[in-house]
């Protein structure tokens, strides 16, 4: 996960900070400072009763190449300051442009009502070529008022947005005076979102898809991994194994509705949800159990050992089977839905995880044997076995072809249903995990648990495209037509 590391100068070579989870590199210091001497360390978390993220944006993308070194960026409740401890310490045009959208802060706060945002511009200067000119700068201390109230509530995770108009800040030729503009955090209704989950910062936050920036988070205890959406019952499930939960959101306006108890004696690991949203289906991978709840009742309804360390499940509605993949026992059960009987089981040549089901064949990501095993469906016959990357983890259906996370390559296999081999893997580095695809705008989304974000890659031209930046490991990610619902009611 990266970002900048604030009070740390580091001179001519790159200084690789090992926190837990976080990393990253340089600063240079001297006459001028160079285009990419930019400082990373790990956004870590501040303790409070809330969170908030502060994300970065260009008014326009053109403008002057300015640079600024910042500190002490605090919010303001009443004319007393609280610091958001983790910030990025350099700012730099041309990255945010790069990206779109840059984390500037993240930290904790205490519950209470909030009015404004400051910080201190240290230093500044123009970048002209790589040559970085020092700028003066007149009122370090910069004060931005929220356009209205932020009312924070213990356990809540919000987002603002900066927005920097770099041309106006420009004073002349050589005195810097930033012009920014702050705005609190809106969920549209007119556009396909993207969720993802961040277990270690109760997060889950939400992306525009139209924009392939961020909008907002929710703030959702007991470290939320799995997210199913359920347009027709408009509703959001997720899976709080740290709660013992599953909690339920209204998608439409992001309020939690209802939340149901797990039995102590399952640790959850996933979760699916059938799809009129009747009943949650959760695995514990270390107890190897199968449990159900009827989300109606907040109640068990089943319950079942099944195999040996199940990874992941998939609901085969028109079957209505469960199809589950068993890591130790190497093999893919499946389960009649209604009364958890076992009425199958297929042998995998590795340790089986992510499953897809396409044109009545499951496809079987087997991490062991770096593999795709596919089954003809209904029965299970053994078909064929495809070469992908290393470690694949997942499988999602897009634009006609399927596409593989290779967890152990930094890659994405793309693969056409019915053929032998797949195509050369698209590199994104990291550890691509979770996946999505947003049909409308032709976006495959990949989550990364390891450099903190969510890479775009465009289906047309299966090339990398953006990156949204998280500074956050992500677990799950799903796509939520939420305006197509809306103009279906």
Not at 1 to 10: D, E, F
Not at 418 to 430: C, D, K, T
Not at 468 to 486: H, M, Q, R, S, W
Request: proline share 4%.
């Amino acid at each position: 996960m990266r970002a900048r590391l604030s009070g740390v100068n580091i001179v001519s070579h790159l200084l690789f900070l090992f926190c837990g989870i976080f990393f990253l590199a340089g600063c240079q210091q001297g006459g001028a400072v160079g285009g990419d001497s930019l400082s990373h360390a790990a956004l870590q978390e501040s303790s409070g009763d809330a969170r908030l993220s502060v994300f970065l944006r260009l008014k326009e993308p053109e403008g002057p190449n300015l640079w600024m070194k910042i500190s002490n960026l605090e919010v303001g409740s009443y004319n007393t300051w609280f610091p958001i401890r983790a910030t990025r310490e350099e700012i730099h045009r041309q990255e945010v442009r790069s990206n779109g959208q840059i984390l500037a802060a993240r930290g904790g706060v205490p519950a209470g009502q909030y009015q404004n945002i400051r910080f201190t511009v240290e230093k500044a200067a123009l970048d002209r070529n790589g040559e970085m000119i020092f700028l003066s700068v007149d009122n370090p201390v910069v004060e931005i008022n929220f356009p209205a109230e932020l009312h924070l509530a213990k356990g809540d995770s919000t987002s603002l947005f900066l927005t920097w108009d770099t041309a106006g800040s420009m004073q002349g030729t050589a005195l810097l005076q930033p012009n920014m503009s702050i705005n609190l955090q809106s969920i549209p209704l007119v556009t396909d979102l993207a969720y993802v989950s961040c277990p270690l910062l109760d997060t889950i936050y939400i992306i525009r898809t139209d924009l392939n920036m961020v909008c907002g988070s929710i703030g959702i205890s007991g470290k939320p991994t799995t997210i199913v959406a359920n347009l027709a019952a408009n509703r959001l499930y997720v899976l709080a194994p740290k709660d013992s939960a599953v909690k339920i959101f209204e998608l439409t306006s992001n309020r939690l509705i209802d939340q149901i108890r797990i039995p102590l004696s399952i640790k959850a690991t996933y979760m699916t949800v059938s799809a009129d949203g009747k009943k949650a289906y959760l695995l514990d991978e270390m107890g190897n159990n199968l449990l159900r709840l009827d989300l109606q009742t907040g109640t068990v309804d089943g319950q079942i050992r099944i195999g040996s360390r199940p990874k992941y499940m998939l609901y085969l509605e028109d079957q209505n089977l469960l199809a589950i993949s068993c890591a130790y026992a190497q093999k893919v059960y499946f389960l009649d839905a209604t009364s958890l009987a076992i009425v199958n089981t297929v042998n995998t040549g590795g340790t089986p995880d992510g499953l897809l089901e396409r044109d009545n064949y499951l496809y079987v990501a087997e991490s062991s044997s770096n593999s795709v095993s596919v089954f003809e469906l209904p029965g299970g016959r053994d078909k064929f076995r495809i070469n992908v990357g290393i470690k694949p983890r997942r499988l999602v259906f897009g634009n006609s072809h399927i596409y593989i996370s290779n967890y152990g390559s930094g890659t994405v296999s793309v693969l056409s249903p019915g053929q032998l081999n797949a195509s050369r893997g698209i590199q994104i580095g990291g550890m691509p995990f979770e996946m999505d695809v947003s049909l409308t705008r032709q976006w495959l989304y990949v989550g990364d648990e390891y450099k903190g974000g969510v890479s775009v890659i465009d289906l047309s031209s299966n090339k990398v495209t953006g990156w949204i930046e998280l500074d956050a490991a992500t677990d799950t990610l799903v796509v939520v037509k939420l305006a197509e619902a809306l103009r279906s009611r």
